[in-house]
Structure formats: structure tokens, C-alpha cells
């Protein structure tokens, strides 16, 4: 593991320059919210693109773009499946990652008071 790879720091000292701008461009791949509504159709296991327009809502050019953009930036992967494209996770990081950020979302959405007394002093 070099000093640059994001796995070499323990989450108490910044990142390497070059480290902080990969995980930027991963964290821009997840920064909207049509891309985070395929990551989580995604989330319960390989889809087809008829089957995440069918999931997310969205036309099919919309989905197929943030699908491009998603493989450019190493979060999905796509499979043939005879004529169809099976589109998946990388890898479980990614799953994780949306697991945390859900449940981030939720804390900071309940009611102040039904916070912890540690919540409330950070």
C-alpha cells in the first residue's frame, strides 16, 4: 500500500492530494440523484436497463447516460447477457457506502430530541 492509496490512512490524518482527488471523482459519480436511485435499484443485485427504468422512473436515454457515467468512474460494472447488458455493484464498497449514507441521512433527519446526549454535543 502506497501513501497515496486511500486504504493507507485510518481516518485520523487528511489524505494524500492524490488520494483526496480519486475519492473525489468516485464521491461526484454518487452526487446526484438519479445516479444514487440506479445505485440503489443496483444495491439488491444486478439489473437490466429495462429493469432499472422500471425501478427508477427515469427514460431510457437518462438511465443509459448515468449508467455511462457510473461505469467511467469504476462504480458499476456491465455484463452481456446474450442481447442484454446486466448492470451491477463493483463490488460490496460501493453498497456499503450507500448503506452509510442512507443511515446518515436518517439520523439527521430525526427529531433533535430523540437524539443522544452524545448527538447533541457534537
Do not use: N
Request: charged share 30%; glycine share 4%; net charge positive.
Amino acid at each position: 500500500m502506497t501513501p497515496s492509496d486511500p486504504r493507507a490512512t485510518d481516518g485520523s490524518s487528511p489524505l494524500p492530494r492524490d488520494a483526496a482527488e480519486r475519492l473525489a471523482d468516485t464521491m461526484f459519480a454518487l452526487a446526484t440523484p438519479s445516479r444514487l436511485q440506479i445505485l440503489t435499484a443496483l444495491r439488491a443485485g444486478p439489473r437490466t436497463v429495462s429493469e432499472i427504468i422500471a425501478l427508477v422512473g427515469m427514460e431510457q436515454s437518462a438511465v443509459s447516460h448515468q449508467l455511462r457515467v457510473l461505469r467511467d468512474h469504476a462504480v458499476v460494472t456491465v455484463e452481456r447477457r446474450g442481447r442484454e447488458r446486466l448492470y451491477m455493484l463493483r463490488d460490496e464498497h460501493v453498497g456499503a457506502l450507500l448503506d452509510h449514507a442512507r443511515r446518515h441521512v436518517l439520523e439527521l433527519e430525526r427529531p433533535r430530541r430523540s437524539r443522544t446526549p452524545l448527538d447533541r454535543a457534537g
